[in-house]
């Protein structure tokens, strides 16, 4: 394979002028995080700080479409925080589950004693990939198509399984339950609790966790996108421009 840091730097170019490129195909998990390594740390050498992080592949039937059994984590940085327009390929939204940390995960409590807080939020994705398209390790190494987010007020941590979900991007709109988030978004920290310990992603306090889309994504277009779940405050922001 080409160094991480090699393709890491196409990938961070693709995010940076907004042009999409194709797949690399081949990557193996392991190499597939070190780029993601790799492209955060550019990201950080630019200016920005990591605030947290995202899981993908928390549906059983993106899981079987993938075939794979793993969640794939991304990471969320303060570039990403509140932005939904503006040098973007063909971005889409999700509805998502959001948490907050309110102490590093470091083995010393169960991941769910370190959330401080729950919100509904809209994550927007835009794969650097031509259409869309890419292998289970491509994605991985595209920081999991992670864009942009914005999260609804915060409220404290209550059991979010089996909510009601609601989405709406223009004219389009879908509806959905937190249930397909691994079953329950609890499920979800715990997947990601297991996958950052083995490849070696921090959790830390005042982070946020964006559990898993629990609907398909929506293109994100017309001029306005919200999220409601059941026993959260609605979310949502305005159209883009380009
Ligand atoms: O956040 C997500 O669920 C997206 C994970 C990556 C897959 C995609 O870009 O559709
Ligand atoms: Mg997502």
């Not at 303060?78 to 327009?85: H, K, Y």
């Not at 031509?130 to 914005?150: H, K, L, M, W």
């Not at 982070?207 to 405050?233: M, R």
Request: glycine share 10%; net charge negative; aromatic share 6%.
């Amino acid at each position: 394979m080409r160094a991480a840091v090699n393709i890491a730097e196409t990938l961070h170019e693709a995010q940076t002028t907004a042009t999409e490129i194709p797949n690399f195909g081949d990557l193996t998990v392991e190499d597939a995080y070190e780029v993601q390594h790799a492209l955060i740390t550019l990201r950080e050498r630019a200016g920005e700080t990591v605030t947290g992080v995202k899981l993908g592949f928390t549906s059983e039937a993106k899981m079987k479409q993938m075939g794979v059994s793993e969640v794939i984590v991304g990471r969320l940085t303060s570039g990403m925080a509140g932005r939904t327009s503006e040098n973007l390929i063909h971005p889409k939204v999700e509805p998502e589950i959001a948490y907050r940390l309110g102490r590093d995960v470091d083995g010393s409590a169960p991941i769910e004693e370190c959330v401080d807080a729950v919100a509904a939020a809209i994550e927007v994705i835009d794969s650097r990939y031509r259409d869309f398209r890419f292998t289970y390790t491509d994605v991985i190494a595209d920081n999991t198509s992670a864009a942009g987010y914005v999260i609804g007020d915060w409220q404290p941590v209550t059991d979010v399984g089996g909510r009601a979900v609601r989405l709406t991007s223009g004219t389009a709109h879908v509806e959905g339950s937190t249930s397909a988030i691994l079953g329950n978004p609890a499920n979800a920290l715990r997947a990601l609790e297991e996958v950052a310990r083995r490849r070696g992603i921090p959790l830390k306090a005042g982070y946020v966790v964006l559990a898993g889309a629990a609907t398909v994504a929506l293109p994100l277009s017309g001029d306005y996108v919200e999220c409601s779940i059941d026993g959260l405050a609605p979310v949502s922001f305005g159209g883009r421009t380009r």
